[in-house]
């Protein structure tokens, strides 16, 4: 019994977790020109140059270049993680596609650095200017409360948080990219 349980709770998470990133069926969305974002999704950038803050053997997590991690004090560890800055820009990055173990691509860009921008908005940007810009983009609002846009555009997720000035865009290979480090490297 408690192995059905356990099985129906995992199928139940992993259709929600499919579900959370729209249709298969998207279009590209290019590296905007009005970005400073020196790499976008789907790229294969030169990872040596970047700072791993976390990684495995099917994703890895960096900070971009020109951020210096840190080490919180209260990591009592033998090798303590590296956490990004205050202000940074972290790249989240999977096989993709899957099929093609040692590619990685960019999946995930985390934006905290008010000087950097996407489509022309940065974390300071205000509700109503993202979403200006976004429905311009193509991209469908999915109302999670008044202090977040969260839309997406087939295959893209693009979220706004605008009390902790913080920008997420996500590329959904398999669905169930949430950029569940994030929170982790951002105290």
């Not at 950038?45 to 976390?54: A, G, R, S």
């Not at 990685?104 to 109503?128: A, C, F, H, M, Q």
Request: hydrophobic share 35%; glycine share 6%.
């Amino acid at each position: 019994m408690k192995k059905l349980i356990a099985l129906t709770l995992l199928l139940c998470t992993f259709a929600l977790l499919l579900s959370s990133c729209g249709s298969r069926n998207a279009v590209k969305i290019e590296k905007p020109e009005d970005t400073n974002l020196e790499y976008w999704l789907l790229d294969s950038p030169n990872k040596k140059e970047w700072t791993k803050l976390y990684g495995d053997i099917l994703s890895s997590t960096y900070l971009a270049n020109g951020y210096e991690a840190v080490l919180n004090e209260s990591d009592n560890l033998v090798y303590p993680p590296k956490h990004a800055p205050e202000h940074a820009v972290v790249y989240f990055t999977e096989n993709y596609p899957i099929e093609e173990i040692g590619i990685k691509k960019i999946t995930g860009i985390y934006i905290t650095d008010p000087e950097i921008y996407v489509w022309g908005l940065t974390v300071n940007s205000t509700r109503e200017e993202v979403v200006e810009v976004m429905e311009k983009m193509g991209f469908e609002e999915r109302h999670l409360g008044p202090n977040i846009y969260s839309g997406l555009n087939g295959r893209y997720k693009v979220i706004f948080r605008f009390d902790s000035k913080t920008i997420e865009i996500n590329y959904c290979s398999f669905g169930i990219i949430e950029n569940m480090f994030a929170s982790y490297y951002y105290n």
